[in-house]
Every structure is written in structure tokens, then in C-alpha cells.
């Protein structure tokens, strides 16, 4: 079982589809930083042998200064012995503190090399697939997000981001100092003592046991933790989000009660993993503990045996020196602990492996909107649009519009009107190529929108959206978003067009003041005035309005109606409004219901026809008792329908 694979993981699907993940990092990512890698690998190993070299000598010096008749001088292969006599204690003292000074300086140089290549290598992979995946995800169609949450996809960028980091720095350099330590100190204990070396190790198959079963046990559990994390985080973002709404309805201790219910999830499940974790350790301290205390004891049995002269003790043959004996004392500390910590690294790395799935899982999500890579820009001379026969769903199972037939001639206004779910915002995204159509077709100027390169597409055209959303930053800044050369003349010209020179006036700053992250600081109407203005500050070719003053009063939607009508006097002009009011001087209004279209006509035709835009009209001007009956059953059944829907 590997981590975080949680049954209700949202990304599941991604990870299914990912192959070969850790290599793909390496490969794809690592090879870029082939310096810094190699570098931090061979500090790494150069640096812990520095490590070793100071227990090593000291054992040496131990034998060599104290001892000068044994046999232990190690003088020779070093400097000349006209240099440092062998039978000189005192230079050979001075040798052995001056190859001690050499071990700790020489590897605090190496320990910095090594610091510097792992953690530059895993910075850089970090900020490479942290913006690789964000420019995936926000080139990914916009089914792929009506069923994730925004915490859930800030997941990925900066959780799973994160966690490749941490196992490429702190990982890959623990992996490989353990790998040099467990076999340097391994190779130096049986060329001191193969006897003695299988007495220090004999605990080592009793580690690698205990770990195994430890990281068996706490991977569901750690499983758990991001489960219960995700939920905590998706329950805070919502509420934060939704402060305004808590506070209207008075319902702080309700949604204290639920915050506190996550949040318990949250603790027990993360208290059971530290349960299990801080039991792991100690245990593993006792286990290194026998070993030290077995080889202690049988160690320093046999010097003691060396020193009078008496054979080794039990099965064991030989001598053991004082400085062996100092040496087994100090490595094996060394060497057992590092054995329990390849537990952690294995965590680490399954962990890593399970980020890895979900980013590169992402980076393969297919795209229903594929662009033809022979497409050529847009060129719009007269702007003409056509609707040829479209039809579109989210899924196979039910359309949302059907076929959709209509023409529009260049610089004129078309209004799409119907009930609420009647498919009215999804046919003008049809013409962002927000989706691609299932059935049928849409041109520009005779040219099919999937022929066309999608920036080029969009460039045309300017979209004002009834979910109106401003960035954090100035007003200015939110204005000229998409046309960032802007000069302020053309801002302040575009915000008078839509209204909003005389309250951004009053603001603090003005322009420059900064209005919050979603423009918090604004009134509804304020910021959709502002995306207004930015959008004829783009000054499109095409222009599309989705309910674009629905946050307005009349008097301000009757001001800016007339800077609307004066920009669309030479542009095509696409209109949905809530206030009929608004659309019924377009050249041509399309009435659609339950995704397909009713009627066509002028505003006098229609209300000449009597059909359900004349009664539309007639609920807006306050004749809903007039209404036929058929009407009213037709508009309950739909609203049935929608919450159904919104429940699925």
C-alpha cells in the first residue's frame, strides 16, 4: 500500500494515468540540474568519509602514542619516516591532531558543497514543476474544474510541490550519507574485526524488521492525516469565503460546531499517526542500545583478555586492541542509528512518489479543446458570426444546448433571453472556445473556431461576466488586465465609458487604490463597472455581455447601457440581461428553453407572437397573474429540475 492513497483522493483518476512518475521527474527535471546533483552526491560522499576519518584516527593514535612497541603505527604510509620517526609519541600525537583538525574542517567545507548542490538542485526542480503545473492547470478546460475544489488543486501546487522538495534535498541527501555511512563504517569494522563486526550487527536484521512493519502500520494512518487535512482546509476556504453570508444569517456557532468537527478528524487522525511514530523511535533506540551494550561488553571482555596476556573469550580467536576496541565503540554508534532512519527515507520517498503521481497525472490530463497545431490566427474584417446547428454537453449522457442555429452580421447586437438553465451563458462560451461544441459548428467571419488559434480567438473578444472577479491589486491594475500597455488616459477614458471614473475618484487613491483580494473592498456594482471598463479597454473586435449590469440599479445600468450601446455601435455585440429591458432595442433576440432555441425575432415581433418572451416580458412589468397556466407549470418543473441537477 503506498501513502496518501486515499479512497477519496480527487485526483485518483490523475494518478491512475500516470506512468513512471519518479523517473519522469528525474528525467524530465533532473537532468537540468545534472550539475548541482552531482555536486551534493559527491560532497555527500566525500563528507561523511571526513566524518569517519576522526574515530579512525583517534583509535589509531590511541595504539600508536600510547603503545609505540605494538604494531598499530600508521606513520609510515603517511609522510616519510625521516619526517616523523615511528618511535616518537609526541609526533606522532601531533600527526593524529592534525589529521582530526583536517577530518572536521575539510568536512564542514564538504558539508557546505553538499548543502548547496542538494538544495539548489531540489530548489530549482521545486519552482520548475510548480510553474510547469500551473500552466498546465490553467490551460485545462473548464469541465475539468466544476468538479474540484480550489483547495483541493492548491493542493498540488503547493503540498505535492512541496514534498518533491523536501524528499530531493532532504531525501536524496539523507539516502545517500546513510548509504555511505552504513557502508563505510561497515567495511572499517570488518577490517578491524570481522568477529566483533557480526557482534555489532547482530541487531541490525531486528532494525530492518521494526522498520518495515513501522512504515507498514503508518502509511494508512499518514493516509488518514492528508484526508482529514484536505477536508479542514476545504471546510476553512469555504467559510472564509463565505464570512459575509455566516454573518447575514447569524450562524458563527453553527459553523463553529462544523469547523470543530473537522478539525477533531483532523486531530485524531494525525494523533494516531503520532501515537504510532513516537512509539517507533524509542523502540528503535532500545534496539541500538542492546547492540551498543553487547558489543561494549564483549569488546572490552576481549581487551581486557589482549592486555593480560589471555586468549580471546568464548568462540572468538585473536587480539583486540584498546584503539579497535575505542573505534567499534564510536562507529557502531554511528552505524546503527543510521540503520533505523532508511525508514524515514522510504516514507519520504512514497510519499514523493504519491505527490509525483498526482502533478504528472495532471500535466497528462487530455484536453477536450485541442488546438490544431496548423491552426493560423484570427483575422476578423466584418465580424459575422454563424451558429451551425450546435449542440454541446458536459457529458455524454445530456445536451445543454441543442441545436443552435443563428446568424449575426457584423456590428450587430444579438440578446439570448430564457429562464434560468435555459443555456444561455453556455452558448457565448461556445464562442470563447471555453468548450468545443459536440455537434455542429461556429465561424467568425467564415472561419471555424477550431481552424484558429485559441489566443488569437480570444484576443477578439471582450467578456464581461456576471460572476464579476477582480485581482488583487489596484484599480488600475484590474482595468488594464489583458491590455497591460495601457497609458492612464486610455484607463481613465475607458472607466468614464463604463461609469466608474466619479466613484473611483472617491476612492483613497484613486486608480492606484488597492482593492482587496476579489475586490472585497468594492460594492458589487462598483466591480462590475471596473470589468466593464476593462473590457472596452481591450477595445475587441466582438463583444460578449453575460448579465454584465446585473449587479447595477437602474440608474447606473441606464448610464452605462448608454456607453454599452455607443461601444457596440460598430462591433458585434452579444447580450444576455436579466432586465429585458436592457436588450429590447437588439437587432435580433433569440429566446432559448431547456437548451434549445424557442423563438427568434425583434423585440416587437416577439411580444407580437405571445409566446414565452411576450409573457417573460409581462412577468417583468408585473403581470404574473396573467400568465397562462401552462407557463407557470413549465417554470416549476424547470426550477425542479435545476436543483436536481445541482444535487447530482
Known sequence: MELDDADDDPFEEQREQAENPMKRLFLEYGAENRLAFVVGLLSSVVARLLDLMPPVILAMALDTTFNPDGDQQFSLWLVPDAWLPLNDPEAQLMLSAGLIAFGFFGGAAFHWTRNWGWNSFAQHIQHEVRTDTYDKMQRLNMDFFADKQTGEMMSILSNDVNRLERFLNDGMNSAFRLSVMVL?????????????????????????????????????????????????????????????????????????????????????????????????????????????????????????????????????????????????????????????????????????????????????????????????????????????????????????????????????????????????????????????????????????LREVTIPSLRRHIGYVSQDTFLFYGTVEENITYGTFDADREDVVEAAKMAEAHEFIQNLPDGYDTEVGERGVKLSGGQRQRISIARAILKDPSLLVLDEATSDVDTETEMLIQRSIDELAEDRTTFAIAHRLSTIKDADQIVVLEDGRIVERGTHDDLIANDGLYAHLWGVQAGEIDQLPQEFVERAKNRENRIEVDQDD
Do not use: C, H
Request: overall charge negative.
Open 184 to 448: 563505510g563504517i561497515a567495511a572499517i569494522l570488518f577490517y578491524y574485526n570481522a568477529q566483533l563486526a557480526f557482534v555489532t550487527l547482530v541487531v541490525v536484521p531486528l532494525i530492518g524488521f521494526t522498520t518495515y512493519k513501522f512504515v507498514n502500520i503508518i502509511q494508512p494512518k499518514y493516509a488518514d492525516v492528508r484526508s482529514s487535512v484536505g477536508q479542514l482546509n476545504s471546510r476553512l476556504e469555504n467559510n472564509l469565503g463565505g464570512v459575509q453570508v455566516i454573518k447575514t444569517y447569524n450562524t458563527e456557532d453553527f459553523e463553529s460546531d462544523r469547523v470543530d468537527d473537522v478539525s477533531q478528524e483532523y486531530y485524531d487522525a494525525n494523533w494516531d499517526a503520532i501515537n504510532t511514530r513516537i512509539k517507533f523511535f524509542p523502540a528503535l533506540r532500545v534496539l541500538a542500545g542492546v547492540g551498543f551494550v553487547v558489543t561494549f561488553f564483549v569488546g572490552g571482555l576481549w581487551v581486557f583478555n589482549t592486555l593480560n596476556g589471555q586468549p580471546a573469550p568464548w568462540i572468538f580467536t585473536g587480539t583486540l586492541s584498546p584503539g579497535e576496541f575505542v573505534a567499534f565503540i564510536l562507529l557502531s554508534q554511528r552505524f546503527i542509528w543510521p540503520m533505523a532512519q532508511f525508514g524515514q527515507i522510504i516514507n519520504m520517498y512514497q510519499r514523493a512518489r504519491a505527490s509525483s503521481e498526482r502533478i504528472f497525472g495532471l500535466m497528462d490530463e487530455p484536453s477536450r479543446i485541442a488546438e490544431d497545431p496548423d491552426a493560423s490566427d484570427l483575422v476578423v474584417d466584418d465580424g459575422a458570426v454563424t451558429y451551425d446547428d450546435v449542440s454541446f454537453g458536459y457529458d455524454d449522457d445530456e445536451m445543454i444546448v441543442e441545436d443552435i442555429d443563428f446568424d449575426v452580421d457584423g456590428g450587430e447586437t444579438l440578446a439570448l433571453v430564457g429562464p434560468t438553465g435555459a443555456g444561455k451563458s453556455t452558448v457565448l462560451k461556445l464562442l470563447l472556445r471555453m468548450y468545443d461544441v459536440d455537434d455542429g459548428g461556429i465561424e467568425i467571419d467564415g472561419q471555424d
